[in-house]
Nanobody
Framework: VQLQASGGGLVQHGGSLRLSCAASPSTSHYYGFGWFRQAPGKEREWVSF????????YYPDSVKGRFTITRDVAKNTVYLQMNSLTPEDTAVYYCAGASKPTFYYHHYEGYDDWGLGTQVTVSS
């Protein structure tokens, strides 16, 4: 299974972007999906999780209320809608798939497959 993230770009402070993560051949293989981000010189940071069975979602406080993760089963795609972006959200964003149940949805070790990152840059 391959994951491919897209949708990054340059946006102004306060703007929005929607990232996509296409799973080939399907998203049904995974227990859940996460989005992470990594800024230069910083550790990879978890920013969202969605469980495939019931679409339950989790977010850290840093993005809660601004980011929304969703999953389109028919399109085999997971999305990350990001609103009210600030320069602090600038990073490379990665999608990841967890093939089995995990308590570590907030940590990179909970995931088996990773897509290539997509750059998000928020200007001030």
């Amino acid at each position: 299974v391959q994951l491919q993230a897209s949708g990054g770009g340059l946006v102004q402070h306060g703007g929005s972007l929607r990232l996509s993560c296409a799973a080939s051949p399907s998203t049904s293989h995974y227990y859940g999906f996460g989005w992470f981000r990594q800024a230069p010189g910083k550790e990879r940071e978890w920013v969202s999780f969605i469980r495939s069975s019931d679409s339950v979602t989790y977010y850290p406080d840093s993005v809660k209320g601004r980011f929304t993760i969703t999953r389109d089963v028919a399109k085999n795609t997971v999305y990350l809608q990001m609103n009210s972006l600030t320069p602090e959200d600038t990073a490379v964003y990665y999608c990841a798939g967890a093939s089995k149940p995990t308590f570590y949805y907030h940590h990179y070790e909970g995931y088996d497959d990773w897509g290539l990152g997509t750059q998000v840059t928020v200007s001030s």
